[in-house]
């Protein structure tokens, strides 16, 4: 009989491609410790948490150290998470003790205990109720009548927001008592009898999804205001009265309060949140909630999409164009399109919801790898907004805004109408300019000789920020360069307009909606509550365009969309269309008519006509037939090899390296061929398609990849670094991968590797 295995093979969080060996704790045979149990474990000088990945046989020769401490009794991750994560590691050619680290919220990754994910409620306690008719009028005395009956915290969030505040008084005070709660069963009803009865497009959804057996993409492809929530709905009610788990994915936490409150008005059940907003402890209670069967319905954000769900039945992705969903560092993974993988693992239907689908998920669709369900009209009796461009050339401007936007917003007050001006940037100009010798503030850590990056002006001018690294200095009091007191802000951002408006409006309320007037928790809730649903003005970037409903906003006023005209990037024609289908989506959405005011320098613009005259999808499918003949994703595939250092001289050497070995060989081929594991199957994602071990080729000959650079980045400098970057492209996403298997480790392993920070990113959607 052959020995069992007696050593851990662990995944550490460290930039490594490699598993590292150790003897299990002291007293305990390795067989007893399984894979996805995390261990605390010496490395080097430290002490680090890793996740078992395996067992392996020791070697006599080789000395190992054991692991400190086994910290589970049970795997964290096992199953079908464990296995799309190993996929993970495997597609983005990541390391897999990083990729499991950036699956664990993270209190679980600094090893601390599981978190309790007892429910609880909130009572009166019977000194409560003989102290009640006394209490003072205010806060506390409301909050005491609500729990003259048992209530749950997820019903108080809905219904008492800020109820926290006036708990710790009446706690303080002993007058209510903590309730834990008895594990949830869905009653089968929903709590709100008033259901909205389903339109003829929305029921055709309903039932395609209904109707789906097992794995099943879906791509719901609505109009702005066409009811998708209402489907969504729909799908997870059946999902959970068939006891299953409904994962919902959201592209921002400003999106999430709205969308808690809706769906536990309507689902009957808890509902419960995942996002950075919320605190460490209350992240690994929701993950383990999930984890445990216990949490039916989960809502959040990009990194929601790593929680475990043993009862698995439907995962929907909201605004899935929305390019928020992909990590722009550390594991460069994409939610939406690692969600779709899941759901493949799962065998789920999996259900893409927006209004301006991403050129990928269309191709797809119109591929046939996805059930495309259109909703092409507005719910209820809501219309689509009436488009306008005005041409503002030669026309004076005030804070950005010319005298039509500024009249048309006039009317729409009067009328008891809100109106949203939407500028895409935060802060209150783009630059700080001298006006006498053309000194201007540039950023010291990310400006080179060759492109300066300017600073951006804050605080009415008292303050530059760079808004790509972070860099903050006080505004000079004269130039730095001629001593002039000519120091003029230049452009226009979101504090300037809000400081023109209000001194216009001074008798309206108006509100700042941008991630420097957000940034404390519900934040963004906290703006649209203030403003209700009186007369007022909404002054946003691009938090505004995503999904917000705003049944009394009739006015939007797009400004500044002429620097989206003409960028080098081959996506940002498709990012402005987006995101003027989604900000013009936020007028006319309930009984009041909706217009749209488009600012431009450049009226006679293909993009801007394509948009106005034939809709999103007119613009969809002349840019895939750009995108076709070009070679660009979705017909080819792309990675970017990043590297960067103080010096540019290194990063530069590295991409050369990374070159010289994808480089043709004397026998003709680029480069060895990779490991003979199996072919790969039918594309059914975006970027993510197959769960599969590895997606390198079987009996092909040398795989055909273009290689650009390398080059300095777009941006050549950021942060004190200098960057350079290499991209590769094929037609077959296996000759990529085949290119990666390769190339990666090579690359790990060669000395120049330790004189630069590089990366790898499979798929990206930026390569500035």
């Given at each position: ?43 080097g000088q430290r002490e680090v948490i890793g996740i078992v990945a395996g067992h392996a046989d020791a070697e006599a020769s080789i000395e190992l150290r054991a692991a400190l401490e086994l910290l589970d009794a049970a795997p964290l991750l096992h199953g079908e998470l464990l296995a799309s994560l190993r996929w993970l590691a495997g ?552 590297a960067e250092a103080k010096h540019a001289d290194p990063p530069m050497r590295f991409l050369h390296l990374a070159k010289d070995l994808l480089s043709p060989s004397p026998s003709g081929r680029r480069w060895r061929e990779a490991p003979d594991v199996g072919s790969a199957e039918p594309v059914l994602s975006p970027s993510a398609p ?79």
């Open positions: 009989m052959p020995a069992s295995p007696s050593v851990l093979r662990v995944a550490l969080p460290v930039p490594l491609p490699q598993l590292f060996d150790y003897l299990p704790p002291p007293g305990m045979p390795a067989t007893s410790v399984a894979a996805g149990m995390r261990v605390r474990v010496p490395f597609y983005l050619h990541a390391p897999l003790g990083e990729v499991l680290a950036t699956a664990l919220p993270a209190a679980l990754r600094r090893g601390e205990p599981l978190p309790d994910t007892q429910t609880y409620g909130w009572a009166l306690s019977e000194a409560g109720r003989t102290a009640l008719p006394s209490l003072r009028a205010g806060k506390p005395k409301a909050l005491a009548e609500l729990l003259q009956n048992l209530r749950d915290e997820d019903w108080l969030d809905t219904a008492s927001p800020g109820w926290r505040t006036p708990l710790r008084s009446l706690r303080e005070r002993g007058l209510v008592e903590r309730v834990a709660l008895a594990q949830y069963r869905h009653s089968g009803e929903s709590r709100n009898d008033d259901i909205i009865v389903p339109n003829a497009e929305q029921q055709t959804a309903i039932d395609a999804i209904r109707a789906a057996d097992g794995f099943a993409p879906f791509l719901l492809d609505g109009v702005t205001g066409s009811g998708k929530t209402e489907v969504y709905l729909h799908a997870i009610a059946d999902c959970i009265a068939r006891g299953r788990q409904a994962l919902v994915l959201v592209p921002e936490i400003g999106l999430t309060p709205q969308a808690l409150a809706r769906f536990r008005t309507r689902l009957g059940v808890p509902v419960h949140a995942l996002h950075s907003g919320l605190n460490d402890n209350e992240r690994a209670a929701t993950w383990m909630a999930a984890a445990r069967g216990q949490a039916r319905v989960i809502v959040g954000t990009r990194s929601a999409v790593f929680v475990p769900l043993p009862d698995a039945g439907l995962i929907v992705i909201d605004e899935e164009h929305d390019g928020s969903y992909k990590q722009f560092d550390g594991i460069r993974y994409h939610a939406r399109d690692f969600a779709i993988v899941r759901a493949r693992a799962l065998g789920v239907p999996v259900l893409l919801g927006s209004a301006t689908p991403s050129l990928e998920s269309l191709h797809n669709a119109q591929a046939g790898r996805y059930t495309h369900l259109r909703l092409r009209h507005r719910a209820g009796d809501a219309q689509p907004p009436r488009v306008r461009v005005l041409d503002v050339r030669k026309r004076p401007l005030h804070a950005g805004l010319s005298d039509d936007a500024l009249g048309a917003m006039r009317k729409a007050l009067d009328a008891g109408g809100q109106v949203l001006v939407f500028k895409n940037r935060r802060g209150y100009a783009p630059v700080l300019l001298c006006h006498d010798c053309g000194w201007s503030a540039h950023c010291p850590r990310c400006s080179t000789d060759d492109k300066p990056t300017p600073m951006t002006v804050h605080a009415h001018g008292k303050r530059l920020q760079c808004h790509h690294c972070g860099h903050r200095k006080p505004s000079p009091p004269a130039c730095p360069d001629c001593a002039s007191l000519a120091l003029q802000p230049q452009g226009n951002g979101t504090e300037r307009i809000e400081e023109d408006l209000a001194q216009r409006y001074p008798d309206l309320p108006v509100l700042r909606i941008d991630r420097g007037s957000t940034a404390q928790r519900d934040g963004l809730q906290k703006r649209f509550d203030a403003l209700g649903t009186q007369p007022g003005i909404l002054i946003g970037t691009q938090m505004l365009a995503k999904g917000h409903d705003l049944p009394n906003l009739t006015l939007v006023v797009v400004v500044g969309i002429d620097e989206g005209l003409f960028s080098a990037d081959f996506r940002s024609g498709e990012k402005l269309a987006q995101l003027l289908v989604q900000v013009a989506g936020r007028a006319g959405r309930a009984h009041k008519p909706g217009e749209v005011l488009l600012q431009t320098h450049h009226p006679d613009h293909p993009l801007l006509h394509t948009l106005v005259t034939g809709g999103y999808h007119a613009f969809a499918d002349a840019e895939l037939a750009l995108r076709e003949a070009a070679r660009f994703p979705p017909f080819a595939h792309l990675a970017l090899l990043r197959n769960p599969l071990p590895n997606p390198s080729p079987k009996g092909r000959g040398a795989p055909s990849i273009s290689i650009a650079g390398p080059l300095p980045a777009p941006m050549p400098r950021r942060a004190g670094y200098q960057r350079v970057q290499l991209v590769l492209s094929a037609s077959q996403r296996r000759d990529l991968h085949a290119a990666l298997d390769v190339l990666v480790p090579a690359l790990h392993a060669a000395p120049e590797a330790r004189k630069v920070r590089w990366s790898q990113d499979v798929d990206p959607v930026d390569l500035y």
